[in-house]
């Protein structure tokens, strides 16, 4: 305890454990807790899960029989039901954007939580879904970002949102389909909690996505870049693109969409055109979010990108421009609400420190120039996490970077633990414990409940 109170003294406006009183959002009880389990005036102490206890503002808790989405199909609107015990959250209103900020009903809104792109895919029940959603909402988190897209060939027993057979793609509207994301929707509600979905993923070995497109509409092998660029491709994802946005336009537990995950000119395979540049992606970024936007007013677009800047000549290579990304030029596409940069120095080849910091640096600096909120939307470290990262939330804080999800949570479900890659955040660790605090100095300096 000794050690993590130094690091979590780098972050200001967090009281710690040992205070007479535990301030909003604060932790006031969990396994292995011994500080005061006194709340702040006008909160309560709230058990989230065994580990974690939280004073919650205006606190009281219920169980209900069902959750529920509100999902649009060509008939109307519907609203499909889930049997489920879980916490009642009012998640109501869009989240919006005003200069550098996200805003709810006009006043400040903090995007602060993690990422979980699982739990949509596992075929989770509601019951592990509720807990995987309630290990995130204990710390404080307002956002999750998870997949919106799984393309597979032949089924493999995980949940899947497209299949193909040759050249036709079908959208699974079925239980384990889109009826599943409508749980998970549902139940990331019921813990005050709203979702940023990713529609394609650059990498083919994370549930397909940008390659199977160009695969089996082109040919095995094509050129990955022809993502971005060939007619019937582009046709295809927006046809794909129009299925799942269109289900869920007045659904205020989706924050936002995300055009790709981690869009680059390469992608898992060797193949590219050798005729993909900055222009090529940005190109294509400006087409699809504006398309979104001709279907969908009420939700936020983001491309999802990991916030590559273009400056030629530049020693360190996600500076340079090489990669397909120009973070600046990007943040100024009319049709982007928000920027994104994801943070991964190990497998960079970079130092944690002082890369990780300069990173954060130049992407507020950016986000000033553009007055755009931008969030540090996915980060890891695989060594010193604790204290690494408290050094990258000190400097969130201090250069007013809009917000933050970790990569990524962790849970103890009913068949044993989420998938771990080395950076998942279960509950009760020195990290969760970070997160928690993290969160509560975030919203502070935002002003934001």
């Given at each position: 305890?000794?050690?993590?109170?130094?690091?979590?003294?780098?972050?200001?406006?967090?009281?710690?454990?040992?205070?007479?009183?535990?301030?909003?959002?604060?932790?006031?009880?969990?396994?292995?807790?011994?500080?005061?389990?006194?709340?702040?005036?006008?909160?309560?102490?709230?058990?989230?899960?065994?580990?974690?206890?939280?004073?919650?503002?205006?606190?009281?808790?219920?169980?209900?029989?069902?959750?529920?989405?509100?999902?649009?199909?060509?008939?109307?609107?519907?609203?499909?039901?889930?049997?489920?015990?879980?916490?009642?959250?009012?998640?109501?209103?869009?989240?919006?954007?005003?200069?550098?900020?996200?805003?709810?009903?006009?006043?400040?809104?903090?995007?602060?939580?993690?990422?979980?792109?699982?739990?949509?895919?596992?075929?989770?029940?509601?019951?592990?879904?509720?807990?995987?959603?309630?290990?995130?909402?204990?710390?404080?988190?307002?956002?999750?970002?998870?997949?919106?897209?799984?393309?597979?060939?032949?089924?493999?027993?995980?949940?899947?949102?497209?299949?193909?057979?040759?050249?036709?793609?079908?959208?699974?509207?079925?239980?384990?389909?889109?009826?599943?994301?409508?749980?998970?929707?549902?139940?990331?509600?019921?813990?005050?909690?709203?979702?940023?979905?990713?529609?394609?993923?650059?990498?083919?070995?994370?549930?397909?996505?940008?390659?199977?497109?160009?695969?089996?509409?082109?040919?095995?092998?094509?050129?990955?870049?022809?993502?971005?660029?060939?007619?019937?491709?582009?046709?295809?994802?927006?046809?794909?693109?129009?299925?799942?946005?269109?289900?869920?336009?007045?659904?205020?537990?989706?924050?936002?969409?995300?055009?790709?995950?981690?869009?680059?000119?390469?992608?898992?395979?060797?193949?590219?055109?050798?005729?993909?540049?900055?222009?090529?992606?940005?190109?294509?970024?400006?087409?699809?979010?504006?398309?979104?936007?001709?279907?969908?007013?009420?939700?936020?677009?983001?491309?999802?990108?990991?916030?590559?800047?273009?400056?030629?000549?530049?020693?360190?290579?996600?500076?340079?421009?090489?990669?397909?990304?120009?973070?600046?030029?990007?943040?100024?596409?009319?049709?982007?609400?928000?920027?994104?940069?994801?943070?991964?120095?190990?497998?960079?080849?970079?130092?944690?420190?002082?890369?990780?910091?300069?990173?954060?640096?130049?992407?507020?600096?950016?986000?000033?120039?553009?007055?755009?909120?931008?969030?540090?939307?996915?980060?890891?470290?695989?060594?010193?996490?604790?204290?690494?990262?408290?050094?990258?939330?000190?400097?969130?804080?201090?250069?007013?970077?809009?917000?933050?999800?970790?990569?990524?949570?962790?849970?103890?479900?009913?068949?044993?633990?989420?998938?771990?890659?080395?950076?998942?955040?279960?509950?009760?660790?020195?990290?969760?414990?970070?997160?928690?605090?993290h969160a509560a100095a975030l919203k502070a300096r935002d002003g934001s409940a």
């Amino acid at each position: 305890m000794k050690r993590l109170s130094r690091l979590l003294s780098l972050i200001p406006a967090i009281t710690l454990a040992s205070a007479q009183t535990v301030p909003i959002y604060g932790q006031c009880g969990g396994i292995g807790f011994t500080g005061s389990t006194i709340c702040a005036t006008g909160s309560a102490c709230v058990v989230a899960n065994p580990y974690y206890s939280q004073c919650i503002p205006g606190a009281s808790t219920s169980s209900v029989s069902s959750i529920s989405v509100t999902s649009t199909t060509g008939s109307g609107t519907t609203t499909s039901t889930s049997t489920s015990t879980s916490p009642t959250a009012t998640v109501s209103g869009f989240v919006k954007t005003s200069g550098t900020q996200f805003t709810l009903n006009d006043e400040p809104f903090t995007v602060v939580g993690a990422n979980s792109y699982w739990v949509g895919l596992m075929n989770y029940d509601t019951a592990d879904m509720n807990t995987a959603f309630a290990d995130i909402a204990a710390t404080g988190a307002t956002t999750v970002r998870t997949w919106g897209f799984n393309e597979v060939t032949t089924p493999d027993g995980v949940a899947y949102y497209q299949s193909w057979s040759g050249s036709t793609p079908t959208v699974n509207t079925g239980a384990n389909g889109l009826e599943n994301f409508d749980n998970v929707v549902a139940v990331a509600k019921a813990h005050g909690l709203r979702l940023i979905v990713t529609l394609t993923n650059n990498w083919y070995d994370l549930y397909g996505g940008m390659d199977v497109y160009v695969n089996q509409l082109l040919g095995q092998g094509s050129p990955h870049d022809f993502f971005y660029t060939n007619t019937t491709v582009i046709a295809a994802y927006k046809d794909y693109v129009k299925t799942f946005v269109s289900r869920y336009v007045n659904e205020p537990g989706i924050l936002g969409w995300e055009l790709a995950n981690e869009p680059r000119c390469l992608g898992s395979t060797s193949a590219t055109s050798g005729t993909c540049t900055i222009s090529t992606i940005s190109t294509w970024a400006a087409e699809i979010s504006a398309y979104i936007k001709s279907i969908d007013a009420n939700h936020l677009v983001a491309i999802g990108d990991e916030g590559f800047f273009n400056d030629p000549g530049n020693p360190i290579y996600v500076y340079q421009g090489s990669l397909g990304i120009d973070f600046d030029a990007n943040l100024n596409i009319s049709t982007l609400d928000f920027g994104t940069l994801h943070l991964y120095p190990d497998s960079w080849g970079e130092p944690a420190n002082p890369f990780g910091t300069q990173w954060i640096e130049d992407h507020a600096t950016a986000m000033l120039a553009s007055n755009k909120p931008v969030i540090l939307e996915e980060f890891g470290s695989t060594s010193n996490q604790s204290a690494v990262y408290a050094t990258w939330y000190s400097t969130v804080l201090s250069t007013g970077l809009t917000g933050d999800l970790i990569w990524q949570a962790g849970s103890d479900l009913t068949n044993g633990p989420t998938p771990n890659d080395g950076y998942a955040v279960y509950p009760g660790s020195d990290v969760y414990v970070l997160d928690t605090q993290h969160a509560a100095a975030l919203k502070a300096r935002d002003g934001s409940a």
